[in-house]
């Protein structure tokens, strides 16, 4: 989707993380670092780097104990990692219609789709397009059902001044 802008610093720091033999995320400075940064550029309190975004939401579902006979709601426009994710936890994903002006999840065709075994929504910012988070996040508080961001393709996009991937329980992101 896009060329890497990669120069002599960036030269500099992988040379200096392979002297220090630094790339396993177990030593030297610069996992960290990068998490620290990029938790405070996204407004979020914390970040933990995985090996990519599907990883990062299977972490994310773990961490909200979804597993077998659960349904987590799932934008129908959306990479199937997401619904392969859910299927990995044993979960059942449930195919919700986007709103066709902004190809992202319609607020207004959740709430029919919620059941007691709902467990999760899992909304994706598509193209860098974020989803009307406000109806969703109410609608998530008032059934008890955590709302999980894909911000893959939204980095540093915002949602009324507010981060994306920092409004829900969990966000994820890739690059």
């Known amino acids: 989707v896009y060329q890497p802008d990669l120069g002599p610093a960036e030269e500099r720091y992988i040379a200096d993380a392979l002297k220090q033999r630094a790339i396993s995320g177990f030593f030297g400075e610069y996992l960290s670092k990068f ?8 407004g979020c309190g914390h970040a ?5 975004g599907t990883t990062a939401l299977h972490l994310a579902l773990v961490a909200l104990d ?10 129908t426009l959306t ?4 619904f392969f994710a859910v299927l990995y936890q044993g979960a059942t994903p449930v195919p919700t219609d986007i709103d066709e002006r902004t190809w992202n999840l319609d607020p207004a065709l ?3 789709r919620v059941t007691p075994r709902t467990k999760a929504i899992i909304v994706v910012h598509l193209f860098g397009h974020p989803v009307d988070m406000d109806p ?4 998530g508080a008032r059934h008890g059902v955590p709302v ?4 893959c393709q939204a980095i540093g996009a915002s ?12 966000g994820y992101f890739s690059l």
């Open 148 to 151: 999980v961001e894909d911000a």
């Open 48 to 52: 933990v780097s995985t090996t990519n």
């Open 136 to 139: 969703l996040l109410e609608m």
């Open 79 to 82: 990479n199937m990692a997401t």
């Open 66 to 75: 979804i597993g077998p006979g659960d349904e987590v709601l799932v934008a």
């Open 110 to 112: 959740l709430a029919s």
């Open 35 to 42: 998490e620290d940064g990029f938790a405070s550029y996204c």
């Open 159 to 170: 949602y009324r001044g507010r981060p994306v991937g920092s409004l829900g329980h969990a």
